[in-house]
């Protein structure tokens, strides 16, 4: 546990929770690590979870009909993977697959969902975090979708 | 021919003429190639990285490229993108033709305040010609800088430029080049999504950091805001802006961007002078 709390404490993500709060979440944490190819979760299984990645990429993928898995978006180290265990129905809107050998530190979100739900200030403290990282996916996601590099736009653009 | 000077070594008005001596395609079409060139005659004027050259081509128009490196004996290397008629003409050029080009222009990227602190460079598409520069200047005297960054965002893994100086970068542990773009294909095992998300990822620290971006301006302004967020002061925030240019000397106005003129006081700006600028553009 001491161990997790170290790799953990020294994350963006995580700056600013009180030691009680970082204790708690130690608690859900485990490590677990991925081969290559393999599922870390699939679409609409129940999202119970969210993961920090230490280390590889996870492709994040959408299963198109008769086109196959379409990758949207990588994860890469430091990066903090999943947030459809916040909202109901809890289920994963996409696949999550390693591309490379995938080291990752696993949380219980099922657990955390009930303790926020009863410790509002550990809930507030969380539900903050995600929705930056949700505001900055989308950012992202919206910059993707301008296909900025086509022909629109032109001269040092392309 | 020799190279000296680092003003333009000529009338800036008017052109000398430039042999092509090599074409490189940087992508599969030939959709973006790279020249290295010579004077015909006299001296060339040897260029700092991120000021540009006006490039002529005779009958068909004139148009700013920047420099995306330094050849040996100091010549200027250039990576065009063909885009419309002058740029599209330049494609159909090979080793041997004859350009007009007057430069160089404008302001230079700040690589000597660089220098003691980490460098996050981030660029986007053909952004990364104009940066190129820089990463030679820094491998120069990789002593003299901290941690270095290169984030690279593209279209497609088709799209991507200077394939294999991009696979020296990657085996170089002197450099931490990160590639990303933004749709996939079936056999790219590399990231997928914009370029911000890589300068997300850090490895740098931001309160001794300084950053250099170039790119399509909604990139350049995402950059800044990512780069911001991890620390970099916006004042050690330097963007490369693009219009378009006629005389490239401060006379007729073509580039301005309110007080600012492109080709005189620019290319490169720091960002806190072109904000107000990206705010009205995205409108
Ligand atoms: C300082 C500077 C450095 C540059 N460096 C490079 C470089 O290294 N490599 C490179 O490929 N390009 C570079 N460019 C952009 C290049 O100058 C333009 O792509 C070129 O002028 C287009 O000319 P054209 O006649 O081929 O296209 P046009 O026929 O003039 O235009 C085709 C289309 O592009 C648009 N367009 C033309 N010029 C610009 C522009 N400057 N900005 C935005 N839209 C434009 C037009 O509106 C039109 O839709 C640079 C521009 C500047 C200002
Ligand atoms: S191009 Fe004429 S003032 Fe800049």
């Known amino acids: 546990m001491n161990e997790l709390m170290e790799m953990l404490k020294d994350r963006p993500f995580f700056e600013g929770l009180s030691e009680a709060h970082m204790k708690l979440l130690a608690a859900c944490a485990a490590l677990r690590s991925f081969e290559p190819d393999v599922c870390l979760f699939r679409e609409h299984e129940p999202a119970e979870a969210f993961y920090l990645v230490r280390s590889g990429t996870v492709a994040l993928e959408s299963r198109l009909p008769g086109r196959g898995a379409r990758t949207f978006a990588t994860l890469g180290e430091g990066d903090m993977l999943g947030w459809s265990w916040l909202i109901p129905p809890y289920r994963w809107h996409y696949d999550a697959r390693a591309i490379t050998p995938v080291h990752t530190v696993h949380f219980d979100a099922a657990v955390l969902r009930d303790r926020m739900d009863h410790d509002p200030e550990l809930g507030y403290a969380l539900l903050k975090r995600f929705t930056g990282l949700i505001v900055e996916r989308l950012q992202a996601a919206r910059l993707q979708s301008l296909d900025i590099y086509g022909d629109a736009d032109v001269g040092l653009g392309g | ?283």
């Open chain 2, 1 to 283: 021919m020799s190279v000296s000077a680092a003003e333009p070594a000529h009338e800036p008005m008017a052109p000398e003429p430039w042999r092509i001596r090599q074409v490189r395609r940087e992508v599969a079409d030939g959709e973006v190639f790279t020249w290295t060139m010579e004077p015909l005659s006299g001296e060339a004027a040897v260029a700092r990285p991120g000021q540009f050259n006006m490039l002529y081509l005779f009958g068909v128009g004139e148009v700013a490229i920047s420099i995306s490196a330094l050849a040996d004996d100091g010549t200027p290397v250039h990576t065009i993108r063909a885009v419309g008629s002058v740029t599209r003409a330049m494609q159909d050029l090979g080793p041997g033709d004859v350009v007009g080009l007057r430069g160089p222009f404008g302001s230079a990227w700040p690589v000597a305040a660089a220098e003691g602190r980490d460098l996050v460079l981030a660029a986007g598409g053909i952004g990364l010609a104009p940066l190129r520069p820089v990463v030679h200047a820094v491998l120069a005297r990789r002593e003299a800088f901290g941690r270095v960054l290169v984030c690279y965002g593209a279209r497609s893994p088709r799209d991507l430029i200077f394939r294999d100086e991009l696979e020296q970068w990657r085996a170089n542990p002197d450099l931490d080049l990160r590639v990303t773009v933004d749709r996939g294909t079936a056999d790219w095992k590399g990231d997928v999504g914009v370029v911000t998300q890589l300068i997300d990822r850090g490895g740098f620290d931001g309160r001794n950091a300084i950053a250099m971006v170039c790119g399509p301006e909604v990139m350049m302004r995402f950059s800044a805001l990512s780069l911001h967020r991890r620390g970099i002061a916006p004042e050690r925030i330097h963007v490369s802006m693009e219009r378009s240019m006629r005389c490239a000397l401060g006379f007729c106005g073509h580039c301005q961007i309110g007080p600012h003129f492109v080709c005189r006081d620019g290319p490169v700006f720091p960002y806190p002078a072109m904000e107000p600028a990206f705010r009205v553009n995205e409108l």
